[in-house]
């Protein structure tokens, strides 16, 4: 026994193990103390509430909704409503961000500016008042008899932007996408063979094939008897049909994207700005043009460096989806809210949301940390 707690490596274990086993009797202690005081003020708990039927309604959701529901359905469209909105707004602060930072670098003077400007206006104003000043701009649009109008098609009025939809549930947009994941995989796995296809010809049959899925799927599942596009109109003192993007939605994705831009601008710009000179300069001396220069050396070697923070920025702004409650979007947060008042199931409600949050964010860092890996360098190892 004494050899044993002589060895520095089981020595630490046991000592792991004692602190977990402390940890776990703490955290049991106080769940017991907190159901029993719980059920000492004849508040109920367990998740059985979760069937229950909500019995209020929401204003934005993806997925077909009555007041009948259960609450597990409405934290479900809540998820949903987080995830769309928070992949969205990555995915366009991106490019803003990476356009911006670019800018940044650049040698003309008025882009320049113009970019330095707009990172230190929005990077420097809490996220919060963003949000209300955009909310504030979108509901101060014209009325809908008054909406401006492109091609009279899309209408953008103080109740929102109509545009042109397809006349299909949201499911099979979720089910195509699903899909087209699918022929990208196995697009790559073909281009990693020896079948006598470039990759160059592999990605482009991949791209004409889930184009071709889409426009299948579009004809088979629309309904019968309704057109493919639908078109919103005018009607009373509103409008109807085609794809409504609520002001709620477009003031809270608009403060995020810019908001988010300016960081990833930042992180952009100190991803090309660590390139070593010595680099640039040796590829310009074996007789590579400016742009062979930027798209084959800069480019990859600055993605090595803007990868690890990028990946913490894209996880911010999912959690930042969450101010959305302050301007009333439907997200997992509001409706997390308006569940807890309603049912007063407040603790096994947090613990939902909070496992929820954690399903996206841990989704994120995984899938960035897998991007930062196949970036490395062999032979480096980007963890130590």
């Not at 106080?30 to 039927?53: C, E, P």
């Not at 204003?59 to 009555?66: A, E, G, I, R, V």
Request: with cysteine; aromatic share 12%.
């Amino acid at each position: 026994m004494q050899g044993l707690l002589r060895d520095e490596k089981i020595r630490g274990r046991l000592l792991q193990a004692a602190v977990l086993a402390v940890v776990l009797l703490c955290v049991g202690s106080f769940i017991v103390t907190a159901r029993q005081n719980l059920l000492d003020q004849g508040i109920a708990t367990g998740f059985g509430f979760l069937f229950h039927s909500t019995g209020w309604d929401i204003s934005f959701s993806l997925l077909d909704y009555t007041i009948d529901d259960p609450y597990w359905w409405l934290l479900l469209i809540g998820f949903l409503n987080t995830l769309m909105l928070g992949l969205i707004c990555i995915a366009v602060a991106t490019v803003l961000g990476t356009l911006i930072g670019v800018a940044r670098l650049s040698e003309n003077f008025v882009l320049g500016s113009f970019a330095t400007v707009y990172v230190e206006i929005f990077r420097n104003v809490p996220l919060i008042l963003q949000g209300f000043f955009w909310y504030a701009v979108v509901t101060h649009l014209p009325s809908p008899r008054r909406a401006l109008s492109v091609f009279d098609a899309v209408f953008l009025s103080s109740r929102g932007l109509y545009v042109p939809g397809l006349n299909v549930a949201y499911w099979s947009v979720a089910l195509w996408a699903v899909l087209a994941v699918g022929i990208v995989l196995l697009a790559k796995r073909l281009a990693g063979r020896s079948v006598g296809l470039t990759p160059l010809r592999v990605g482009w049959g991949a791209m004409a094939a889930i184009l071709v899925l889409g426009v299948a799927m579009a004809f088979v599942l629309t309904p019968a008897g309704q057109p493919l596009i639908d078109v919103p109109y005018l009607k009373g003192f509103n409008f109807r049909g085609g794809l409504r993007i609520t002001p709620e939605f477009a003031a809270i994705a608009i403060a995020i994207i810019v908001f988010g831009a300016a960081y990833i601008a930042e992180i952009v710009r100190g991803g090309f700005l660590s390139v070593p000179r010595g680099q640039l300069e040796a590829a310009a001396a074996i007789g590579l043009g400016r742009f062979a220069i930027y798209w084959k050396v800069r480019i990859p070697l600055a993605l090595r460096a803007i990868m690890p923070p990028l990946g913490n920025q894209y996880v911010f702004l999912m959690k930042a989806t969450s101010i959305g409650i302050a301007i009333g979007f439907t997200d997992l947060f509001m409706i997390t809210s308006t569940s807890i008042n309603q049912s007063g199931q407040t603790i096994e409600l947090l613990f939902i949301m909070m496992m929820l949050f954690l399903v996206i964010n841990y989704s994120i860092s995984t899938l960035m940390n897998l991007v930062n890996r196949r970036l490395a360098l062999r032979g480096f190892d980007n963890d130590d």
